[in-house]
């Protein structure tokens, strides 16, 4: 059984809306080649970082798309008996 933690959309609003106010107050840089094509962009790590993670969610999200979907009392019901939450 897998058990993917979704939570609230309006905390995953935020989440971005907080992240594209931080990357739009960098200025964006581009590598350009020499006609002035933009070839390469040039980011913050931790952004970098941040989009890494991203699509690694969303690969996860991917390949569990298929998996049935575990409710959140269910899974905090099996969590307790199992001893991994407090009763």
Same mark, same amino acid.
């Given at each position: 059984?897998?058990?993917?933690?979704?939570?609230? =959309?309006?905390?995953?609003?935020?989440? !971005?809306?907080?992240?594209?106010?931080?990357?739009? =107050?960098?200025?964006?840089?581009?590598?350009?080649? !020499?006609?002035?094509?933009?070839?390469?962009?040039?980011?913050?790590?931790?952004?970098? !970082?941040?989009?890494?993670?991203?699509?690694?969610?969303?690969?996860?999200? #991917?390949?569990?798309?298929?998996?049935?979907?575990? #409710?959140? =009392? #269910?899974?905090?019901?099996?969590?307790?008996?199992?001893?991994?939450?407090?009763?």
């Amino acid at each position: 059984m897998h058990v993917l933690h979704r939570p609230p =959309a309006s905390f995953d609003r935020r989440c !971005e809306a907080a992240r594209m106010k931080r990357m739009a =107050a960098t200025r964006n840089r581009f590598i350009v080649d !020499e006609r002035g094509k933009k070839v390469s962009v040039v980011l913050p790590v931790d952004d970098y !970082e941040e989009m890494l993670e991203d699509l690694h969610d969303l690969a996860v999200v #991917a390949e569990r798309r298929h998996e049935p979907i575990v #409710a959140h =009392a #269910a899974l905090k019901k099996r969590l307790k008996a199992g001893g991994l939450l407090p009763r």
